[in-house]
């Protein structure tokens, strides 16, 4: 069974616009125009004038910090946090070594197919990147929401335009990512999600945002032809598991010393994937090349790849659960040579599977060497 650790995962259902990123130059505000900005807006003490409650389990509608170091995944930990004159400061003894090992979150509700102005004041004492999201309070931790955003040592602005999908879940977690960039002190102010009739998106993004409405995936409406993206390598491999779970990511074991497994290269040369294996581990899922794909209930499959290897050994793929008990649709061996071959199955997925599931392709345990794919595709059966 692949044992895959996922706390959170990057990019469903999402609907973002930015507009620009403003210098914090009106930073003289009066005490009622601050207040006013605030109106309206689903978020909780986004003005920063209450301390941080940072109680999870009791108080998830406050501010509330998530550290993979309290729970023996990586030594990410908040050292101190603390509201001052209206901002909050957050200081990182370790960022850990991805982005969501620290998260500053809370939950709230959002309404259906409702849009929203999402905006928020940040910066560092180093500059450094975070991420803001909205996204399930369960697995699978779908994001409906996600943004990247650079920090500098001054205040600068941040806003973007979401619309809440049709299906989406009411109650979310709005948060920010702060792990993997070097450890320093992030500060915010003045966050806010307040909803918005369309009227009030600016004219040259509202085109994009109407779109966005239709963003939920229904099956009655026709499939991609492959549901892997990406599967020519075409535009390399992101491997960012929290922000692009739909993209090419690599799970290895040793990050989280439950092995040495480790993946020492990987890319893509004239249109094929590779990855050198330093060490393969103790099992085959202590290494992993996967990404999220959504197969429709009872939809039939044709399951394609090629892969060549410079041992020959065998490697295993597999359609998993993307959260515990992490259950298997599929389970293929396939022996590579070094010598190019096409693998084809046919697949039906279960009419109670999942509506996401993991592509994951397992590496470990057999002999570390380099091994190639092109052309990877899991495409729907059209019926005659």
Same mark, same amino acid.
């Given at each position: 069974?692949s044992?895959l650790?996922?706390?959170?995962?990057?990019v +469903?259902? /999402?609907?973002?616009?930015?507009?620009?990123?403003?210098?914090g130059?009106?930073?003289a505000?009066? *005490?009622?125009?601050a207040?006013?900005i605030?109106?309206g807006?689903?978020?909780?003490?986004? =003005?920063?004038?209450?301390?941080?409650?940072n109680? @999870?389990?009791?108080?998830?509608?406050?501010?509330w910090f998530?550290?993979?170091?309290?729970?023996?995944i990586?030594?990410?930990l /908040?050292?101190? +946090?603390?509201?001052?004159d209206g901002?909050?400061f957050?200081?990182?003894?370790?960022?850990?070594?991805? *982005?969501w090992?620290?998260q500053f979150?809370?939950?709230?509700?959002?309404v259906?197919?409702?849009?929203y102005?999402?905006?928020?004041? #940040?910066? #560092? %004492?180093?500059?450094?990147?975070?991420?803001?999201?909205?996204?399930?309070?369960?697995e699978?931790?779908t994001?409906? +929401?996600a943004?990247t955003?650079?920090l500098?040592?001054e205040?600068?602005?941040?806003?973007f335009y979401?619309?809440?999908?049709?299906t989406?879940?009411e109650?979310v977690?709005?948060?920010?990512?702060?792990?993997? %960039?070097? *450890?320093?002190?992030?500060?915010?102010?003045d966050? !806010?999600?307040k909803?918005?009739?369309?009227?009030?998106?600016?004219?040259?993004?509202?085109?994009?945002? %109407?779109?966005?409405e239709a963003?939920?995936?229904?099956?009655d409406?026709?499939?991609?032809?492959?549901?892997v993206?990406?599967? =020519?390598?075409?535009?390399?491999i992101?491997n960012d598991?929290?922000s692009?779970p739909f993209?090419?990511?690599?799970?290895?074991a040793g990050t989280?010393?439950i092995?040495?497994?480790?993946?020492a290269?990987?890319g893509?040369?004239?249109? !094929?994937a590779y990855?050198v294996?330093?060490d393969?581990? *103790?099992d085959?899922?202590? !290494?992993?090349?996967n990404?999220w794909?959504k197969?429709r209930?009872?939809g039939?499959y044709?399951?394609s790849?090629?892969?060549? /290897?410079d041992?020959?050994?065998?490697?295993?793929?597999?359609? /998993?659960q993307?959260g515990?008990?992490?259950?298997? +649709?599929?389970?293929?061996t396939? =022996?590579l040579? @070094?010598?190019?071959q096409?693998?084809?199955? %046919?697949?039906?997925?279960p009419?109670?599977g999942?509506p !996401?599931?993991t592509?994951?392709?397992e590496?470990?345990?057999?002999?570390?060497?380099?091994i190639y794919f092109?052309?990877?595709s899991?495409?729907?059966?059209?019926?005659?």
């Amino acid at each position: 069974m692949s044992k895959l650790i996922l706390v959170l995962a990057l990019v +469903f259902s /999402v609907a973002f616009l930015p507009v620009v990123a403003f210098s914090g130059s009106s930073e003289a505000k009066t *005490a009622a125009e601050a207040e006013d900005i605030h109106d309206g807006s689903v978020i909780r003490n986004g =003005d920063f004038s209450s301390a941080i409650v940072n109680d @999870q389990a009791n108080s998830p509608y406050e501010w509330w910090f998530w550290e993979a170091g309290k729970f023996g995944i990586s030594g990410a930990l /908040v050292s101190s +946090f603390g509201v001052e004159d209206g901002s909050v400061f957050i200081d990182l003894e370790n960022a850990g070594p991805e *982005a969501w090992h620290i998260q500053f979150n809370q939950w709230t509700e959002l309404v259906r197919e409702q849009s929203y102005l999402v905006t928020f004041k #940040a910066r #560092a %004492d180093k500059p450094r990147t975070v991420n803001a999201k909205i996204l399930q309070t369960h697995e699978p931790w779908t994001n409906y +929401f996600a943004k990247t955003v650079a920090l500098g040592e001054e205040w600068e602005t941040y806003e973007f335009y979401y619309t809440h999908g049709r299906t989406a879940d009411e109650v979310v977690t709005f948060g920010f990512e702060l792990g993997k %960039d070097p *450890a320093t002190t992030i500060f915010f102010k003045d966050i !806010i999600v307040k909803p918005v009739d369309k009227s009030q998106v600016p004219v040259e993004e509202k085109e994009v945002v %109407d779109e966005s409405e239709a963003i939920d995936y229904f099956f009655d409406e026709e499939e991609p032809e492959n549901l892997v993206s990406n599967g =020519d390598f075409s535009l390399g491999i992101a491997n960012d598991q929290a922000s692009l779970p739909f993209e090419w990511w690599i799970w290895q074991a040793g990050t989280y010393n439950i092995s040495a497994a480790k993946v020492a290269e990987y890319g893509v040369k004239e249109g !094929i994937a590779y990855l050198v294996l330093e060490d393969t581990g *103790a099992d085959a899922w202590h !290494i992993q090349f996967n990404q999220w794909i959504k197969p429709r209930k009872g939809g039939s499959y044709k399951v394609s790849l090629m892969a060549k /290897v410079d041992t020959p050994r065998p490697i295993f793929l597999k359609f /998993v659960q993307t959260g515990a008990p992490y259950g298997l +649709f599929l389970d293929q061996t396939l =022996d590579l040579t @070094q010598e190019w071959q096409t693998f084809e199955f %046919d697949y039906v997925h279960p009419e109670d599977g999942d509506p !996401i599931v993991t592509l994951s392709i397992e590496l470990g345990k057999e002999a570390p060497t380099t091994i190639y794919f092109d052309n990877v595709s899991v495409r729907p059966v059209v019926s005659e």
